[in-house]
């Protein structure tokens, strides 16, 4: 469950209104409101209020679980494009809610499509460049909703680099070894899980996002405008900070020089902080 799903059903619990949850934690009923609809996050101190308020801790509060759960859909549509080499994955998906990038040991690029109200070879517009080096793929959803789970699997000894462009809710990657893995486009939620390895950068505008990382290993570069971005790391994480853009700033971060692993923030009137959980 997401952090403001979490938020919502202990509102819920507690029989509080968003008014009266905003006057006990002295901010906006309209900051709630973003909350809960996953178009903004609270910093570390109204976190820290929502925890106490809800008797329970930081970590139930902001965490999810830790493996990568494919989502259960009334409709279901797979298809498989045999590959026998390395290649580069240019992928590009519109109005598809959730992406998830898994691990595929067998020699093909395994799509699932996952959809709630329509069946997805009849909602959906699938597109594919299968060249020797480089493999293009569109998928594009025809309806209006984004109530549409892509679950997309991976052989990864024939990974070179991962483009994505995308305006989904939510980026899933688990077990992966990636050397480079871009995303381009709105994003709320990055969730890294499973030992992934690697390279991961986030190229958005004006939209907070909420980073999740079961082990930090290897980069994630967050590049955004006027926005927040919340990085959850395990505690004792080891990790260096690189500061880049104009006005940006770093919270909470503990700088490690010359650590293996690496945040980096650049962008503009932007704020990264970093929790350890």
């Known amino acids: 469950?997401?952090?403001?799903?979490?938020?919502?059903?202990?509102?819920?619990?507690?029989?509080?209104?968003?008014?009266?949850l905003a006057e006990k934690l002295d901010?906006?009923?309209?900051?709630?409101?973003?909350?809960?609809?996953?178009?903004?996050?609270?910093?570390?101190?109204?976190?820290?209020?929502?925890a106490i308020?809800?008797?329970?801790?930081?970590?139930?509060?902001?965490?999810?679980?830790?493996?990568v759960k494919v989502p259960e859909k009334q409709y279901r549509y797979t298809?498989?494009?045999?590959?026998?080499?390395?290649?580069?994955?240019d992928f590009k998906f519109i109005k598809i809610g959730e992406i998830n990038i898994l691990p595929n040991e067998e020699e093909n690029v395994k799509i699932e499509i996952l959809s709630d109200?329509?069946?997805?070879?009849?909602?959906?517009?699938i597109k594919t460049d299968n060249r020797y080096d480089r493999m293009d793929l569109e998928i594009k959803n025809k309806q209006a909703a984004m109530n549409v789970a892509l679950n997309l699997y991976l052989p990864e000894k024939y990974i070179d680099e991962i483009e994505i462009n995308s305006g989904s809710r939510a980026l899933n990657i688990a077990g992966l070894d990636i050397k480079k893995l871009e995303y381009d486009g709105d994003l709320k939620y990055l969730n890294v899980k499973d030992h992934t390895v690697g390279r991961i950068i986030l190229n958005t505008t004006k939209c907070?996002?909420?980073?999740?990382?079961?082990?930090?290993?290897?980069?994630?570069?967050?590049n955004t405008v006027n926005s927040t971005a919340r990085v959850m790391v395990p505690k004792g994480t080891i990790y260096q900070t690189i500061l880049k853009?104009?006005?940006?700033?770093?919270?909470?971060?503990?700088?490690?020089?010359?650590?293996?692993?690496?945040?980096?923030?650049?962008?503009?009137?932007?704020?990264?902080?970093?929790?350890?959980?």
Request: aromatic share 6%.
């Open 1 to 20: 469950m997401l952090f403001n799903d979490k938020l919502k059903q202990l509102r819920g619990e507690y029989n509080l209104t968003q008014e009266e």
């Open 27 to 50: 901010v906006s009923r309209q900051a709630i409101t973003k909350w809960e609809s996953g178009e903004g996050v609270p910093d570390v101190e109204n976190l820290k209020q929502l």
């Open 53 to 67: 308020l809800f008797n329970t801790t930081l970590d139930d509060l902001i965490m999810e679980d830790k493996k």
């Open 79 to 89: 298809e498989k494009i045999e590959i026998d080499h390395t290649k580069h994955f």
């Open 117 to 125: 109200t329509a069946k997805p070879e009849e909602s959906l517009k």
């Open 208 to 222: 907070d996002i909420e980073a999740n990382y079961d082990e930090l290993n290897g980069i994630l570069e967050v």
């Open 245 to 277: 853009g104009i006005k940006n700033q770093f919270v909470d971060a503990v700088n490690t020089e010359n650590a293996p692993n690496t945040i980096e923030l650049n962008g503009i009137g932007s704020k990264l902080v970093v929790i350890e959980k």
